[in-house]
């Protein structure tokens, strides 16, 4: 029984090392691609040399798929490729063959394309094929090289060899050598006045840069007469050319009365430009002492740039002038208001209202009579109610989505919150004023809604005075507070709309 064990034992693990083989083989020869996580492509490459099945794709040294097959069609070779389907494969794209050793193993560089190409389908052809025939390149190029080096050498040996050629090598040395001894004797022998010059020179560049930073208006004179003078001697040579073209003797009596007007001009321009230096130099006039006085210069390029930086806020300021016009349900009137906003930043501006508000404006008033069956006096409190304009005048700053508000809304304090959505194209807006009137027992709260309809046309809806009941005038019937409700519109323009609208305006 033992005798027939053993050898069984050995057959089984025999067959289990053939399975592991087999297996093994079939593992290595499937490759790790199937075709459901790849496509099939195929190009056309002159010399695949080196390529063989299951050569490896890459793309920066990453492989994304392998050689499937190379077989012939006519005079070249046609390869299969496999790429994997998450590499966004595109019809323009482009294999390069790489030598990838020394060994003469190659494998291949794939461009997948750029977007704009469409998607490569399976089984569909990259025509972009870069064959680098890799070693022999490199030879042949070497070849080329050392080709053109024995012509090299080959030449320096016909100049350099024999008697003559060492004799005139030798020649060279030599006076190379006395060449650079008299260099350096020459050196040595002039260094302290070459030091000498330099400093020198230096001292004169240091001078003539003080000169021009403290007097620059006065040579920024200086260079203006300089092309006076230019345009004077252009003249003259003009007249001395009309002198030697025309040889007439009424013609040279002109020229030579137009030269000694010239030249006149010319004395007058060097007098002045004398005069002028000479003042400059002794501080004489608003220009010398300018140039004179370092703090005066400096005060004057101060002043400057604050006005060149005031200018250029003010230049760069947005105006935005406004109309708009609500109708007041409860009131049974319209509001009407102008606005002007001011906005030196994109996120900050200034805005000025005028307002007609229907509601008008209480005032109390004290009235003292005295009638004469009475010992005292009898004192009455009276309220007028008045039309008139409001105003306000209001600071915003923006933060995000959000501008907060401050300062006068409709003549009394306030302040105020505006909520943009939609790139501003609807706006949630919401004022608190009028806390201190004897006739609301709250502050008045006003939320309205603007929705931008049109360029330059916007429509609102909204509650004016949210939280305090209906309270009319007796006499007038006219609303003093209390929840209404309004709806409107307007228009507003920028300052490019101005712009266009102020010229076709007619004068007076």
Known sequence: ????????????????????????????????????????????????????????????????????????????????????????????????????????????????????????????????????????????????????????????????????????????????????????????ASSERLDSILRNFEGVSNDVRGMTASNEEGVHRIVQNIEAITRDTRDVLATVQKIVGNGGDGDLKESVASLKQTMNRLDRSLANIEEITTKVKNGEGAVGALVADKRLGQKLSESVEDLSDFSSRLTGMQTEVGLQATYLVEQGASKNSLSLKLAPKPDKYYLLELVDDPRGTVETQVVQSNPPSSGEPVIQQQKIIKEGFKFSAQFAKRYYFTTLRFGIIESTGGVGADFHFFQDHLTLKVDAFNFSVDELRYPRIRTSLRAQAFDRLFITAGMDDLLNDPKRDLNTRRMLAGRDFFFGGGIYFTDDDLKSILPVVPKP
Do not use: C, W
């Not at 190379?70 to 005079?75: A, D, H, I, R, Y």
């Not at 070779?77 to 482009?94: E, K, P, S, Y």
């Not at 012509?151 to 350099?160: F, H, I, K, M, Y």
């Open 1 to 188: 029984m033992k005798k027939l064990l053993t050898p069984f034992r050995v057959g089984l693990l025999v067959l289990v090392a053939g399975g592991f083989l087999f297996g093994f083989i079939l593992f290595t020869r499937k490759g790790g691609l199937g075709k459901d996580e790849s496509i099939q492509t195929y190009a056309f490459f002159r010399d695949a040399s080196g390529l063989g099945k299951k050569s490896r794709i890459q793309i920066a040294g990453i492989p994304v798929g392998e050689v499937e097959d190379v077989k012939l069609e006519g005079t070249r070779a046609r390869v299969t490729v496999r790429i994997r389907r998450d590499v966004a494969l595109h019809q323009d794209a482009a294999l390069i063959k790489r030598s990838e050793s020394l060994l003469g193993d190659y494998l291949l560089d794939l461009n997948p394309g750029t977007e704009l190409a469409p998607p490569m389908e399976d089984g569909g052809e990259i025509r972009k094929v870069i064959d680098v025939q890799g070693m022999e390149a490199v030879f042949a190029s070497l070849g080329q090289i050392t080709s053109d080096i024995q012509q090299v050498t080959g030449a320096l040996r016909d100049v350099l060899g024999g008697d003559k050629g060492a004799g005139s090598l030798g020649r060279i040395v030599d006076n190379l050598v006395r060449l650079s001894e008299s260099v350096d004797l020459t050196v040595r």
